[in-house]
């Protein structure tokens, strides 16, 4: 008999570096954050390590299992740095970063380390039937690659804003890709008594 996981990855809410442009550091959520509807029966919840996942995670009123294969791609030098400054003092670099998925002119990961690791993360998970992960844009982008088998180079065309669902089912070597972008729906309120 086979077995399927169903993965529900959320991405985590609206942070500065976000609306600044910039790239992540382990900066906090900004704003408030309204109750939301999240998949049901769930039987495991892991979140990334980053402090915007955890307050994600809280937010959702969900208590997470920390997964460090879930940590957001590592952008080594240029964490909490703006994308605009990054431009105009390497541009050669951010290029050959943008287009080239095994640059790494931060010094950190590179996309296809991510890409790699995303994917190994994804077909060593036991069975353990309905995860949610909440995690940043780029392991979503990442886990939607391997889903789909595309090419390392594809991993900029998804794009992942915060606060939505990408739904994945099956297993080792046949994942399959359900929805992705979907927005978190408000959260049902009890209907009046």
Known sequence: MVTMNRIF???HGATEAVREARFADDESLCGTTDPLETPSRVDEVRCGPERRCLETATVLGLTP?????LSDLDCGSWRGRALAEVQEQDPAGLMAWLSDPDADAHGGE???????????????????????AITSPSVVRAAIVHCVQAPPASFWRFDVAPLTLTHLYGGPGRWTLRETGHPLPPARTAPPS
């Open 9 to 11: 990855l959320i991405s």
């Open 65 to 69: 299992v920390t997964d460090p294969g």
């Open 110 to 132: 590179t996309v296809r380390q991510l890409l790699a690791r995303v994917g190994s993360w994804l077909d060593c998970l036991p069975d353990r039937g309905r995860i949610v």
